[in-house]
């Protein structure tokens, strides 16, 4: 049984990290054309930095920590592999590191990591866990005042390329069981995943509410993932 899982800021959210378009989400007192698109970063780099500077201090408090449904995809993951059960792989929208602190070994951030930066000249990654801002100097030329600012943040923005298209359209076309967590199912090519597993895919939606994407999976539990997460998967486990 090949598995395939997508999840959202929903899976987060129980960790600490807020949503985005729940009740205080990140959206809120932001509009999401100044602080997540290649243009607002243009516009204001000052306001999108600060943006993702308060949302990586935010999430290297130590009481940021996965939770049980991240650390029941990681077990999962373990016990299908170890146990020659089929493929598994494991797409986030969140650009959190959630699920490899919980121990999650094949994950793909398809909109990037908050804790990376990338160099606008050299499209160069670093691992970053400080402030950023447009008098950062270059990690590997210091010195040289006009790499000042060069850095931007490491993540997928409006009317950017997700990460690894390819290798998801792959996963998800051979998927016979596709479990979409804590996404409302608005963004795409994400929420379209769904629509790329073959007919014969359990498909199943695990959130808090309906959402515009519910009506494509064919089961929907309606419950937080710290609760259904692990219960669900260790139904999959036991068969
Ligand atoms: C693309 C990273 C081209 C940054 C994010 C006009 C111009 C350009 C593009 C477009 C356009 N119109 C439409 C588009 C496409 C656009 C899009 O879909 N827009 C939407 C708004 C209409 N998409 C893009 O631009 C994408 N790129 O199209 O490029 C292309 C594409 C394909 C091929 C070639 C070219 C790029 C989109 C990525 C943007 N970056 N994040 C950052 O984090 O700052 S988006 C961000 O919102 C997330 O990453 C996620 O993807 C998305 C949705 O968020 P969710 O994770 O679903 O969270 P949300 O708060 O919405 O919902 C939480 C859910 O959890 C709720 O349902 C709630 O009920 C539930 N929940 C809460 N608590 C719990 C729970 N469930 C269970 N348990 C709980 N405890």
Redesign the pocket.
């Known amino acids: 049984m090949n598995v395939l899982i997508l999840t959202?800021?929903?899976?987060s959210?129980?960790s600490g990290i807020p949503?985005?378009?729940?009740a205080n989400?990140?959206w809120e007192g932001h509009a999401?054309e100044e602080v997540?698109t290649p243009q607002g970063f243009a516009r204001n780099p000052d306001l999108v930095h600060e943006f993702?500077n308060q949302r990586r201090r935010a999430l290297l408090n130590p009481e940021i920590q996965p939770n049980a449904a991240h650390v029941a995809l990681a077990d999962f993951e373990r016990e299908h592999l170890e146990n020659g059960r089929g493929d598994f792989f494991l797409v986030t929208?969140?650009?959190d590191n959630l699920h490899q602190r919980a121990g999650s070994q094949n994950v793909l951030a398809m909109?990037?990591q908050l804790l990376q930066v990338r160099c606008l000249y050299s499209e160069e990654i670093f691992d970053w866990t400080g402030d950023l801002s447009v008098d950062t100097p270059h990690p590997e030329d210091p010195d040289n005042d006009s790499m000042r600012g060069c850095l931007r943040p490491n993540?997928?923005?409006?009317?950017?390329?997700?990460i690894g298209?390819t290798q998801i359209e792959k996963a998800a076309t051979k998927a016979d069981l596709f479990i979409a967590?804590?996404?409302?199912?608005?963004?795409?090519?994400?929420?379209g995943i769904v629509a790329q597993t073959p007919p014969h895919c359990r498909r199943i939606e695990?959130?808090?509410?309906d959402?515009p994407a519910s009506s494509a999976f064919d089961e929907t539990i309606r419950?937080?993932?710290?609760v259904e997460i692990p219960k669900l998967l260790n139904h999959f486990s036991a068969m």
Not at 155 to 162: A, D, Q, T
Not at 181 to 191: E, H, Q, R
């Open positions: 959202g800021a929903g899976i959210a129980e949503t985005f378009r729940d989400g990140l999401v997540a993702y929208q969140n650009i909109h990037g993540v997928v923005w409006f009317g950017e390329m997700p298209l967590i804590g996404t409302s199912g608005v963004v795409y090519p994400a929420a695990v959130n808090l509410d959402t419950g937080a993932a710290s």
